[in-house]
């Protein structure tokens, strides 16, 4: 079912997540448990992120380097089948530009349709020191190029000439920031951006984390008198340590509020620490659903205690 339409069909809150595959050689099991400790709240989709492959260099003997090229987080597409087929829940795999051919992309977006997974989240990627692409290889320098090629495989396009191509049916997802993105120079210039996604075929939007709501209640509004129509659906993170306070506006280019920095300053232990940072996101969740926005979606990694903590205390405010 498309993402779409299973957030048209909420009528009561709705929680959906993103998860992160484990890195090279580790156990799956720690996923599997992460995702079977959230199935008690019936979460509609979870994000499975996706990372490109790196250029790393690997010192030898006698003091010279030889390049290596690696993806350090593989098995997307696997931990997404196994979410569809495992736990009858939709899947929403990442497709990124950055250290991607459009030829990789395409053989990657047949895959998945084959394994029946018709959501996407079709984002840029994090520039980083991505693999080289060689020159006889076309590649999509933006998230809008990419929604552009998952849109034409909706309509049986190609990027070689197919008799009777088969059309995908894939339900595309963007990101957007509403506290926007640190690339732009403005926040209208970044909604041109998100508008350009919309009209290239997007058919939602999720949202960078954020900490002041209002911001995002405010940015919703900002979207739709540019004409943006799409639904955008809340990101939030829930802050667990102290050093969270440098290391997410460093990392991610946001905003704290003076009053949650505060209280975390303040907190005196570890639990202290998640105590603040759950008691925050169901503040933030209950702001939300009264602004009359009932889908929410949670970046948490593979720690899902936490969420699970936030999720059974909200549950006896809603």
């Known amino acids: 079912m498309h993402v779409i339409d299973l957030i048209s069909q909420v009528k009561e809150p709705t929680v959906s997540l993103e998860i992160i595959p484990p890195k090279r050689g580790s156990n799956i099991r720690q996923i599997h448990e992460a995702i079977e400790s959230v199935l008690p709240f ?11 492959a790196e250029v790393a260099w690997e010192e030898m003997p006698g003091g010279t380097y030889k390049r290596k090229v690696k993806r350090k ?32 992309t395409e053989d990657a977006l047949i895959e998945l349709n084959y394994l029946g997974i018709e959501n996407i989240l079709a984002i840029r990627g994090d520039k980083q020191n991505h693999r080289p692409i060689p020159t006889d290889r076309s590649v999509n320098s933006y998230a809008v190029d990419l929604v552009r090629q998952i849109s034409d495989m909706n309509k049986g396009a190609y990027m070689d000439d197919l008799i009777d191509a088969a059309r995908t049916n894939f339900c595309i997802g963007v990101s957007c920031y509403p506290e926007k993105n640190y690339e732009s120079p403005n926040l209208n210039f970044d909604l041109r951006i998100l508008k350009e996604k919309q009209d290239a075929g997007a058919h939602y939007a999720v949202s960078q984390m954020f900490y002041d709501t209002s911001k995002f209640i405010e940015f919703v509004k900002i979207a739709r008198d540019f004409g943006i129509t799409i639904p955008i659906i809340p990101g939030m993170k829930i802050m667990t340590a102290k050093n969270h306070l440098t290391v997410l506006p460093s990392i991610f280019h946001i905003d704290l509020p003076e009053e949650l920095v505060d209280r975390m300053m303040a907190a005196k232990t570890r639990s202290e620490e998640i105590e603040v940072g759950v008691e925050w996101s169901i503040r933030q969740c209950m702001e939300l659903l009264e602004a009359g926005i009932p889908y929410l979606h949670f970046y948490i990694m593979q720690n899902t205690t936490p969420f699970v903590k936030m999720m059974n205390k909200l549950k006896k405010k809603v």
């Open 42 to 52: 019936k979460p509609p989709f979870i994000d499975v992120t996706s990372h490109a």
């Open 73 to 104: 987080s593989p098995g997307t597409f696997g931990l997404c089948a196994a979410i569809k087929y495992k736990y009858n829940l939709e899947p929403v795999p990442h497709i990124l530009c950055g250290g991607f051919t459009r030829e990789e």
